[in-house]
C-alpha cells in the first residue's frame, strides 16, 4: 500500500499480485497479473472515489514483486509528462500539418533531439530556451560541440 497527497487529493493504492494464471493466459509473455486499485479522497468535493486497474506483466515475480510493479505502473504517465507534453507544449505538436509517410516520425525525432539537447544543457524552460536560441544558431552549434 502507497499513500499520496497531491493536488487536492489523498490517494492510497493497493496491489494484488498472482503467477497462478502464467501457462493459462493466451497472453504472449504473460507472467504475472495484477489488480491495482486506487482510492482518491478528493478533499475540495469531500468524496472518496475508488477505481480498479488490471496489469499483466511478462516479469516474475521475483523480477518485479507487488511494490515495483505497482512503482512501474504509477511512473507509467512519466514519459506522457517528460516527453508528449512537453513536446506539444513547446511546439504545439497537436497542430502540426505533417500526418503522411515519415514526416511526421522525422519531425517528433528532431523535437526529441532538440529537448534531450537543452536537458543535457540543465535547462529547465523547455519553451522559452528554443523561442532564445530559434535567432542564435551559433548558440546552438556551440551547444552540439560544432
Known sequence: MILGKAHGRV???????????DGYLTFPYAT???CVEREIFHVSQNKTTVE??????SQSHAQANPEQLLALNRGHWGIENRL???RDMAYDEDR???????A???LA??????????????????KAALRALAAQAGKVLEMLHL
Open 11 to 21: 490517494e492510497t493504492r493497493r496491489i494484488w499480485t498472482s503467477e497462478k494464471l
Open 32 to 34: 504475472q497479473v495484477a
Open 52 to 57: 480498479r486497474v488490471y496489469l499483466i506483466s
Open 84 to 86: 508528449h507534453h512537453v
Open 96 to 102: 502540426c500539418r505533417s500526418r503522411k509517410g515519415n
Open 104 to 106: 511526421p516520425r522525422a
Open 109 to 126: 525525432c528532431l523535437r526529441n533531439f532538440a529537448i534531450s539537447l537543452l536537458r543535457l544543457h540543465n535547462v529547465t524552460n523547455i
